[in-house]
């Protein structure tokens, strides 16, 4: 069975500092991987993907994640947020054939002026 | 193209009432999937669809009822609301592997339904 390991459910991080967003994940196969960004009030919507391939991934918005399979880990990485990167982050992972996916408890990033 | 598509945004119901929540999309996936979302527990799977006329149960199915008639509908049906069920739901579709089994890729999320039962 598949599982996903936000451990961090608040990250505060001043405006035009780095940041990183941390997923950890289990599966017995190969697996796709997703970060979503929920606005407030909005649905989700898909800032990358990890499908097959360079395991360095860029999305949209600056941000970037490294799917690492010795780790288990894809954590979501911005050199500089801005104000409006404020929002809740979904990791989420699919074991390949399977055909659920299974997401993070989420992580807010809040942007301090 | 409109998306996802969920009706109604809101909806209060008192304990034991039945309602439907409605999902359409307009991009021809074959996969659909309702979802809820409660404070510090993320998204769970409630049910989802392949394709017209195939439905499984995800990781919270009890409570909720769906069909698939067509691609681009997948309603749900909560068949006695309990107040348990105050949540907000999500309904997705996705893209499959062409070709091959019906797997999500990237999922394409409505505006979400908040639903409260008193």
């Known amino acids: 069975a598949q599982s996903v390991t936000q451990l961090d459910s608040q990250v505060p991080v001043f405006e035009e500092a780095p940041v990183e967003l941390r997923c950890n994940y289990s599966s017995s196969v190969s697996v796709y991987l997703f970060w979503y960004v929920q606005y407030p009030n909005q649905g989700l919507q898909l800032l990358l993907k990890?499908?097959?391939?360079?395991?360095l991934v860029k999305g949209i918005n600056g941000f970037e994640a490294e799917f690492n399979k010795s780790q288990t880990s894809f954590h979501l990485r911005k050199p500089s947020v801005h104000i409006s990167d404020t929002a809740e982050y979904f990791c989420?992972?699919?074991?390949?054939?399977?055909?659920?996916?299974?997401f993070g408890t989420g992580t807010k990033l809040q942007v301090i002026p | 193209n409109a998306g996802v598509t969920q009706t109604p945004k809101f909806q209060v119901l008192k304990t034991g009432q039945s309602m439907t929540l409605q999902c359409a999309q307009d991009?021809?996936?074959?996969?659909m999937s309702w979802y809820r979302q409660d404070p510090g527990m993320g998204l769970r799977l409630i049910h989802y669809?392949?394709?017209?006329?195939?439905?499984d149960q995800g990781e919270v199915p009890n409570g909720y009822n769906v069909s698939r008639s067509t691609t681009e509908d997948f309603p749900l049906r909560l068949l006695s609301a309990a107040p348990s069920q105050t949540s907000v739901y999500f309904c997705?579709?996705?893209?499959?592997?062409?070709?091959?089994?019906?797997?999500?890729?990237?999922?394409?999320f409505g505006p979400g339904t908040r639903l409260t039962v008193t």
């Open positions: 997705a579709s996705s893209y499959s592997i062409a070709g091959g089994l019906a797997v999500p890729y990237e999922q394409y």
């Open positions: 989420a992972v699919s074991d390949r054939g399977y055909q659920k996916v299974t």
């Open positions: 991009m021809n996936h074959e996969y």
């Open positions: 669809s392949v394709g017209a006329g195939i439905t």
């Open positions: 990890y499908l097959s391939g360079s395991t």
